[in-house]
């Protein structure tokens, strides 16, 4: 139909924006649904330290349990869920489940480690998230020292703002993690303003560091940087040996990726947190 009045660029384009708006709007609205009926559910990827080979610490991924289309990943979900503001709720509940979780698993007798949580920009921007932190730890029971949050870099943030809040974060004991470390906006500011204690190097730079000479510099860079500002470095998204050598030989702290692990659901990470021999946070 659009053809025959001969401006069919801008009536398809227009059909098309209003699709997406539908389809938006039609996510946000079984995103909703989807957290009242208690859809959503936690993948943990281990963390293992380069040196020894042992795990270290898990991240908290969150995954959406769909009635129809089963497990379906955050990358579909998630920016959603920012723009609707719904990836508040959301975020709460991943926070309390990841400690509540943590803290189990201690209770149990796995060894006291850190899990991390990612933060988005816009539950960083709540007034009273620094008391609901609080609340959550003490509800759980959850040492501070185990909790970790992952936060982007990102143009968005009000600098001042962050650098207050992280000061909190930091006086609770949590810490604080700079996650996909170089692909964001403001990455120095950061590091001379904010309290952080570990940089996750993002798995961009990972990928080809055997292939390509300016990842396997960058990658270099960031690891001396990072330990000259006494900051611990991880890298994400590891997949081979080949990288894992490279990353220990120029002292890279800790690895993340399916080299180690994938991301796995409760029963198989429990079988690697109760394997493990006991070290501490
Ligand atoms: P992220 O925080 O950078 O998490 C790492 C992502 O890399 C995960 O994807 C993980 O499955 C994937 N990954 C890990 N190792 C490898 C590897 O060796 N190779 C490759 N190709 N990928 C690897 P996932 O679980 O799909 O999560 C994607 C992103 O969604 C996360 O990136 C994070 O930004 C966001 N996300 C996940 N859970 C939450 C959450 O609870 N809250 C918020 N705000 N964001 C979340
Ligand atoms: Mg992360
Ligand atoms: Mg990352
Ligand atoms: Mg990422």
């Not at 509540?100 to 709540?126: C, H, M, T, Y």
């Not at 609901?132 to 870099?153: F, N, Q, W, Y």
């Amino acid at each position: 139909k659009a053809k025959e009045n001969g401006r069919n660029d801008y009536h398809l384009y227009s059909e098309d924006i209003d699709q997406q708006a539908y389809h938006r709007l039609t996510l946000q609205h079984e995103l909703m649904k989807a957290l009242q009926n208690g859809e959503f559910l936690l993948h943990y990827q281990p963390q293992y330290d380069l040196a020894t080979g042992r795990i270290v610490g898990t991240e908290a991924l969150v995954r959406w349990l769909h009635p129809t289309r089963g497990l379906v990943p955050p990358g579909e979900f998630i920016p959603a869920a920012e723009d609707s503001g719904l990836i508040v709720p959301l975020g709460d509940w991943v926070l309390e489940e990841a400690c509540r979780q943590n803290k189990e698993w201690q209770d149990a007798g796995a060894a006291p480690i850190p899990v991390s949580v990612n933060l988005s920009v816009r539950q960083f921007s709540q007034r009273n998230l620094i008391g609901k932190i609080g609340r959550v730890l003490k509800a759980t029971g959850l040492d501070p020292k185990c909790l970790k949050l992952e936060i982007t870099e990102s143009v968005t943030m009000d600098v001042e703002r962050a650098t207050l809040f992280l000061e909190q974060l930091a006086e609770l004991g949590v810490g604080i993690s700079i996650d996909d470390f170089g692909t964001g906006y403001s990455s120095f500011h950061y590091l001379r303003n904010f309290p952080i204690g570990s940089l996750k190097i993002d798995r961009s730079f990972v990928r080809d560091i055997e292939q390509d000479p300016n990842d396997a510099a960058i990658v270099a860079a960031i690891i001396a940087m990072a330990h000259n500002l006494r900051l611990q470095v991880i890298a994400e998204g590891v997949e081979t040996l080949e990288q894992v050598r490279f990353l220990r030989s120029h002292g890279c702290d800790e690895m993340q990726g399916y080299y180690g692990s994938p991301p796995l659901p409760k029963a198989g990470i429990e079988s690697l947190l109760f394997e493990a021999t006991s070290f501490s946070c």
